[in-house]
């Protein structure tokens, strides 16, 4: 009975070693990259917990400039906004939709 305890502790040390069992938390980390924001219809909270390096305050600052200025054209056009640069918009360029 030890011998088989001893064989199954090992073989889960073996598997936590290999890396067997990381699949959920990469499936995890690749879906969070592959949500897309649309930033002609999302809501400051969507924004500001979607987009890093963006808070409520420049979240709040990029519906005030889609209300005034109309739907954003191009993702580039991001950068009209008041405190969003254009490394900001590198960074999430990938999860920004229109």
């Known amino acids: 009975m030890k011998k088989l305890f001893s064989i199954i502790l ?9 890396g067997f069992g990381k ?3 990469l ?3 690749t879906d969070k990259a592959t949500i897309r924001v ?3 219809s999302a809501s400051a909270d969507q924004l500001a917990s979607n987009l890093k ?6 979240a709040q600052a990029i519906i005030d400039y889609r209300k005034e200025y109309g739907n954003f054209k ?6 009209a906004v ?17």
């Open 10 to 18: 090992l073989s889960l040390a073996v598997v936590s070693q290999t």
């Open 38 to 40: 649309n930033i002609n």
């Open 74 to 79: 191009s993702i580039n056009e991001l950068t």
């Open 53 to 58: 390096g963006v808070g409520l305050k420049k």
């Open 82 to 98: 008041k405190g969003i640069g254009e490394k900001t918009v590198a960074k999430n360029r990938e999860k920004i939709g229109l």
């Open 23 to 25: 699949e959920k938390e």
């Open 27 to 29: 499936r995890v980390a």
